[in-house]
């Protein structure tokens, strides 16, 4: 079991950067690929980043490549996204997920435990 708690969301200006953060509770997290899923207001639940247990591996969606960053520290049980150069269209309800695996996980249907989420408005 796994439980997590998103955190560092807020109201930023276009341009501006935030850093997410999802602290987990649980003896898996060592050994569980991390994901950062993002829902727009009025549409589905989408996969932003991903990272591997080691941290060795990470995936990103091509709205966000280069201008976010998903990192973790296992020490601290934690995974982070960092946000910069934030658009309009980042606007969305972010949620960490975790699974036990040791390769990246993009699939939004292979994750097993959900955050319950963290605003982020990104207004123009």
């Known amino acids: 079991q796994v439980l997590l708690v998103e955190s560092g969301g807020g109201l930023v200006q276009a341009g501006g950067s935030l850093r997410l953060s999802c602290a987990a509770s649980?003896?898996?997290?060592?050994?569980?690929?991390m994901g950062w899923f993002r829902q727009p207001p009025g549409k589905e639940r989408e996969f932003v980043a991903a990272i591997s247990w080691s941290g060795r591996g990470t995936y990103y969606a091509d709205s966000v490549k280069g201008r976010f960053t998903i990192s973790r520290d296992n020490a601290m049980d934690t995974v982070y996204l960092q946000m910069n150069s934030l658009k309009p269209e980042d606007t969305a309800l972010y949620y960490c997920a975790a699974v036990e695996s040791r390769t990246v996980v993009t699939d939004i249907g292979g994750y097993d435990y959900w955050g319950q989420g963290t605003q982020v408005t990104v207004s123009s």
């Open positions: 649980g003896r898996t997290f060592g050994r569980s690929a």
